[in-house]
């Protein structure tokens, strides 16, 4: 069974602050998708990233997954409440999911 | 169109009870999946249908849980001789197809406290 680390568990900044959340595996993501969480909500899909060492963008959000395949992060620029919320990696496929990085972002 | 929706979106039962929950998965997606979130967790897989049979049930804990798909649309979650631990929120999602690069929606969950 593939294990997914993610880190930090929690996160708490102020808007406009940058951060980074991690993700890694004990063994090699055929892929692997981040997720957004907000309460009372199922995950919602931000990204599915396929080639090692591929980085992908969305708006302020930047992804990227490692050459080997076993770790990703994503990177937030200029942080706003409206990102506040559970961000999760999972493998693709039959999804297993790391425990999440809970984000709170203060105005 | 309408996306996944479950309910009831929250249940209280008490210790040893049996309970449903129910997922209806966006038209026409053939593979439906139903997760478990405990607080402060990811979801955990717990089985995977495609079309009226269950494709992957490696992910129930134990034999008092079990899912029915009977026509390969509403899918139902059953639960019985509830247990303290069982509470959680149970997530369904749907794709348009199985395992592979497609998309899975997620329901908003149902809430499940055994007390």
């Keep these: 069974t593939q294990l997914l680390e993610q880190s930090p568990q929690f996160l708490s900044i102020q808007e406009g602050e940058n951060l980074t959340v991690y993700c890694n595996s004990s063994s090699v993501f055929s892929s692997l998708q981040w997720y957004r969480q907000e309460p009372g909500e199922g995950p919602v899909l931000l990204v599915t990233v396929v080639t090692g060492g591929e980085v992908k963008k969305l708006k302020r959000l930047t992804f990227q997954f490692g050459d080997a395949r076993k770790d990703s992060s994503l990177h937030i620029t200029a942080a706003q409440p409206g990102d506040t919320g559970l961000y999760l990696c ?6 297993t ?7 709170t972002v203060h105005p | 169109g309408a996306g996944v929706s479950q309910t009831p ?10 309970v449903e929950l129910r997922c209806d998965p966006i038209s026409g997606h053939t593979a439906l999946y139903w997760y478990r979130q405990s607080l402060g967790q990811g979801p955990e897989f717990l089985i995977y249908f495609q079309g009226t049979g269950a494709a992957d049930d490696s992910g129930l804990p134990n034999d008092r849980f079990f899912a029915v798909r009977p026509e390969g649309s509403v899918s139902t979650l059953k639960i019985q001789r509830t247990e303290r631990g069982d509470s959680a929120v149970y997530l369904c999602a749907s794709s348009l197809s199985p395992l592979g690069t497609d998309t899975q929606y997620f329901g908003p969950g149902t809430r499940l406290t055994v007390l």
């Design chain 1, 90 to 95: 999972a493998s693709h496929g039959k999804l």
């Design chain 2, 9 to 18: 979106s929250n249940k209280v039962t008490e210790k040893g009870k049996y």
């Design chain 1, 97 to 103: 999911f790391g425990q999440g990085t809970i984000l």
